[in-house]
């Protein structure tokens, strides 16, 4: 959807992120060593700026919207512009009108230049108007309207805000307020959600389940994902967004030399935010004998086509810790239209078969065609994809399509697409089930992240439609679609609105045998607010509803390596051989940025046990 596209200063800035993207990689690394004037976080969902396009350090000096030289949405001439229009409108102003509002219209028009642009005008929410003013938090903008009321006429021709404003600073500012707090100029700045360390969780004290964790890892440059690979030697692979994936030894050390690496073809840049870069692996079943793996990765073409690509890999046949790169082979490739919701989940499922998780190509409200990417079949964006790489294919074709996959006879939908309607998945993963009763064995989870109010987490079903873009969550967000009597999807197990966290990462349900209170609870996180969340599903009925987990107390974690606190920003979740609970986490979500570290989950109640195996 492209119609907030019309506000000057949102295009803008589409041009310039849009010519930035061109530039060389080479030049991208520069920005490596930019620390963002004010300490900026990015969730996974939104990039900011824009909602598909990351913010940038300019190549010049800004003259006049200063604080945004560092990072931001403007360059030189974006910023002449605006300065041209504040000296036009201070012009119409006596000397007692400029010198009693000239700061603050200088502030409210270099909005235009915050990394979160895309927020302060509402740019992402299809259902409101697209603002001529940023969103005011609402004791600025009393004082706004206290000291600039005769300014605003030259700021907008909007009927509603100036009959609002002509009526009390009450109604003005409620109607130029912004739903979401976070956002609102100057709250945006000063926003320890967005722009702190988390660093401790805060604890509920009613019934909060307590955790203590371990660290396993640290200094990765933002782990994507840790996995095991099945063959009871008990190594973990961690892989990195740019594109290494290094081997970890059941005593914790990492080797010298990385499984697999290849940076050099990896598609990422240092922005923070950036969902581009390797973000997806996969080990075959039967890997311990035929040394199969598959990887998902960000690739670009002459500095212009955008893909994902999904490849096949084998292990070397003379070391067991290096992957042979001269054996890839290309299984799929799918053009990305935007630099966001690039999916990246891999896994096998219980049936043998290759899973695939697309996102629906990126942009606000995935505007591609009629319904979306997402709702059409025949499109592999939005989907969850399953293919056989074991199939006994006669053709050059490096799959075959499982027989019993839904689509195989509707002429309108590609062979490969198992469900549909799926916003952006990011980290699913396959319930090993009860190990007595062996309930829930083989249920695929899912996170689905959301646009702009709720995130959900998913059971995949062969067939099944997950209701984007027609829902979000369990509420409309495209009407038309939504009142669709064909629609017919499956509704989430569980929703949560972005007063919780603003984008989802999808975990496991835990089966292990060393945190016996976790046994049974689906557990997964929010990158944004950096809050672990629990679900417990009630076998009568089958719902599912939240538990409190929260970390313990110092006294609680006070056993030799336990610690209560952990960095920020969620990014995965894994689990070992055995079953165990790990999530990969950073303070700095920059793919070149060495703050990654994998925590333990760990039982306070069994610690004692077991650290003295």
């Known amino acids: 959807m492209t119609r907030w596209l019309e506000t000057r200063a949102l295009r803008r800035c589409v041009t310039v992120c849009a010519l930035l993207r061109t530039a060389a990689p080479k030049k991208l690394i520069l920005f490596a060593s930019v620390m963002p004037l004010l300490s900026l976080h990015f969730a996974a969902a939104h990039p900011q700026c824009l909602d598909f396009e990351p913010p940038f350090k300019p190549h010049w000096h800004l003259e006049f919207c200063r604080q945004y030289e560092e990072f931001g949405c403007c360059d030189q001439e974006t910023d002449n512009v605006i300065a041209e229009r504040f000296w036009d409108i201070v012009d119409q102003l006596d000397s007692a009108g400029q010198e009693l509002c000239e700061d603050m219209l200088k502030d409210i028009l ?4 915050s990394p979160y642009a895309a927020h302060l005008y509402d740019a992402e929410d299809p259902y409101t108007p697209v603002r001529e003013l940023p969103g005011l938090c609402f004791g600025y903008c009393s004082k706004f309207h206290s000291k600039c009321l005769h300014v605003l006429k030259y700021l907008t021709e909007n009927k509603v805000l100036l009959q609002a404003s002509e009526r009390d600073s ?6 130029v307020d912004l739903p979401d707090q976070d956002y609102c100029y100057p ?4 926003s320890t959600d967005l722009n702190g ?3 401790q969780v805060v604890e509920d004290p009613k019934g909060c389940l307590q955790l203590c964790l371990t660290e396993v890892a640290n200094n990765l440059r933002n782990p994507v994902l840790m996995l095991h690979s099945n063959d009871d030697t008990h190594r973990m692979f961690i892989a990195e967004q740019v594109g290494f994936v290094w081997v970890y030894l059941h005593d914790g050390s990492r080797l010298e030399q990385p499984f697999l690496d290849i940076s050099g073809e990896v598609m990422t840049t240092p922005w923070l935010g950036d969902e581009r870069g390797f973000l997806g692996m996969a080990f075959h079943p039967n890997y311990r004998n035929n040394g199969r793996f598959f990887i998902y990765y960000s690739i670009q073409f002459n500095y212009k086509a955008e893909k994902i690509r ?6 070397s ?11 890839e082979r290309v299984i799929l490739e799918i053009e990305e239209p935007a630099a966001n919701h690039n999916g990246g989940q891999l896994l096998f499922g219980l049936d043998g078969y290759l899973y695939i998780f697309t996102g629906d190509g990126g942009k606000a409200g995935d505007p591609f065609g009629k319904h979306g990417n997402a709702q059409n079949k025949s499109a592999l964006l939005g989907k969850v994809l399953r293919i056989d790489v074991d199939g006994s294919n006669t053709s050059l074709e490096p799959y075959s399509i499982p027989p019993d996959n839904p689509f195989t006879t509707d002429a309108h939908a590609r062979p490969e697409v198992f469900a549909y309607g799926v916003r952006n998945m990011w980290r699913c993963s396959v319930d090993r089930g009860d190990p007595v009763h062996r309930h829930g064995k083989g249920r695929i989870f899912c996170g689905d992240v959301g646009q702009n109010r709720f995130e959900e987490i998913d059971i995949i079903e062969k067939g099944g439609n997950y209701g984007w873009r027609a829902k979000e969550g369990f509420e409309c967000y495209d009407m038309k679609l939504c009142h669709n009597s064909s629609l017919n999807d499956i509704l989430p197990i569980f929703a949560y609105s972005h007063h919780v966290g ?3 990462t999808g975990g496991y349900v835990y089966r292990g045998c060393e945190s016996p209170n976790l046994n049974g609870l689906y557990i997964f996180g929010d990158f944004m607010s950096g809050r672990i969340m629990a679900l417990e599903e009630d076998r009568t009925t089958g719902n599912w509803k939240e538990r409190s987990v929260c970390m313990g107390t110092k006294k609680t974690c006070s056993f030799p390596g336990l610690i209560n606190h952990y960095h920020k920003f969620i990014i995965s979740f894994a689990e070992d051989e055995a079953g165990e609970l790990y999530f990969l986490a950073t303070a700095n979500p920059s793919s070149l940025s060495p703050y990654g570290t994998v925590f333990k989950f760990m039982d306070p109640s069994r610690c004692s046990y077991v650290f003295y195996l």
């Open 110 to 113: 270099c909005q235009e230049c």
């Open 170 to 175: 009450t109604t003005f500012c409620t109607t």
């Open 187 to 190: 709250n945006v700045l000063k």
């Open 197 to 199: 360390n988390l660093g």
């Open 310 to 315: 999904i490849s096949e890999i084998r292990v």
């Open 317 to 327: 046949e003379s070391d067991m810790n290096m992957a042979d790169h001269h054996t």
């Open 502 to 504: 603003k984008s989802v």
